[in-house]
C-alpha cells in the first residue's frame, strides 16, 4: 500500500481512505459476533489482512439462502400451500413461523456458528 500526504498546519498528514462499511446482514453481524467472543484470534487475523467484510458477507449470503431454500423445502414437504393460507390464515402463519425458526436453527448451527 502507498501511502501519500498532506500538510495541513505545518503537520504531514497521510492521506488514508476508510474502506466501505461491508453490506453484511444479520447472519454476517452474527458471525462477526460469534468470531469476536470465541475465536478471537481468527478475527483479528482476517481483520488485520482485510479478509473479514469479505467472510463476513459470503457467510450472510450462505445462510440467507440455505433458510429460503429450507423453507420452501420444509414447507413443500409439510404441505402448507397457498389453499392453506386462503382457508386458515393463522394456522398458515403459525406452520410457516415453525419452519422458519427450524430452518434459521439450521443454518445458525451449520454456517454462522460452524469453525
Known sequence: MELTYRTESGYR?????VPEAPKVGKYGMLRR???ANHRHGICTGMLLTGELN?????ID???TEMVERLTAQMAR???VT???KASDQM?????MNNI????????LAEVVYAD
Request: no cysteine; charged share 30%; hydrophobic share 45%.
Open 77 to 79: 414437504k409439510q404441505g
Open 82 to 84: 397457498e389453499e392453506v
Open 13 to 17: 498528514l497521510p492521506n488514508l481512505d
Open 33 to 35: 459476533s460469534f468470531l
Open 100 to 107: 422458519q425458526a427450524a430452518a434459521e436453527e439450521a443454518a
Open 61 to 63: 449470503r450462505e445462510a
Open 91 to 95: 394456522k398458515w402463519v403459525g406452520l
Open 54 to 58: 469479505a467472510h463476513l458477507e459470503k
